[in-house]
């Protein structure tokens, strides 16, 4: 198969069946989604249309029922579960709906976390945590708890530990779901930010503003995906 360097998602044919007793339900029917490095796309589609379910396979945390997917030319189809872990760890990050950030653990240990985990430093961990969290705008919330802090602030705090291991691409799925307009535009403008730095993003959303804002929107509508 030929490479291509620059290509960072490349899915294809990918259909998912969810079966529930007799009951199936196709909810991807056949699609195929190709990335590359820069890119800034929205995935837009009604609830239901089956775009968490496209941005967990994407994510490598769950697999098709069918097709093929390469992520940075490695086939993720045939990896072992600890390529998967590694890839999901140092190829992506996640940034979710609900933001996800460990309510015990302050702003800086949420993350620190991913970095831990990989086997830094703590003293190392600690100084980019805060290094991220300052860029973002959270330099006097390091040791704030994630109740003690606005959604708006939580989202933050979750696109900081998306990006703190410098991954070569952003997942989010409904980053902007739970903010109020003026969070979500704040939260927009960090990924456009960094898009502009060289940052690869996929945002997925049901709202039509958010997917405006973006350099490419494609379309999920009962399975299939439409480019315009
Ligand atoms: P979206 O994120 O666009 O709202 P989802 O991917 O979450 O859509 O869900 C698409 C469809 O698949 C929905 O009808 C949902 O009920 C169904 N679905 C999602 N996850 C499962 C699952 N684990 N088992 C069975 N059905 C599921
Ligand atoms: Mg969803």
Do not use: W
């Not at 609830?47 to 940075?72: E, H």
């Not at 240990?109 to 970095?115: D, G, K, R, S």
């Not at 003690?148 to 799925?173: K, M, N, T």
């Amino acid at each position: 198969m030929m490479l291509n360097e620059n290509c960072v998602i490349d899915a294809r044919q990918l259909v998912k069946i969810y079966r529930n007793g007799a009951e199936q339900l196709k909810v991807l029917d056949n699609v195929s989604i190709k990335v590359n490095k820069g890119d800034f796309i929205a995935i837009l589609g009604p609830s239901g249309s089956g775009k968490s379910t496209l941005m967990n396979i994407l994510g490598c945390l769950d697999t098709p029922t069918a097709g093929q997917y390469y992520l940075d030319g490695v086939d993720v189809l045939k990896a072992s579960d600890n390529e998967l872990a590694d890839m999901r760890n140092q190829k992506i990050g996640f940034i979710f709906q609900k933001f996800n950030l460990l309510p015990r653990l302050t702003a800086e240990q949420n993350v620190m976390l991913p970095l831990l985990y990989r086997g830094m430093a703590e003293e190392a961990a600690r100084q980019l945590a805060r290094e991220k969290l300052t860029i973002l705008g959270l330099g006097d919330r390091l040791q704030h708890r994630p109740n003690e802090l606005s959604g708006g602030q939580q989202q933050r705090v979750a696109i900081a530990r998306a990006i703190v291991g410098s991954p070569q691409l952003l997942l989010a799925d409904e980053p902007t779901g739970n903010l109020d307009s003026k969070s979500s535009g704040d939260a927009m403008e960090i990924f456009k930010e960094l898009n502009r730095r060289g940052n690869t993003i996929v945002i997925i959303t049901h709202d039509i503003e958010v997917a405006e804002q973006v350099k490419k929107i494609v379309y999920l509508r009962d399975g299939k995906i439409y480019e315009n």
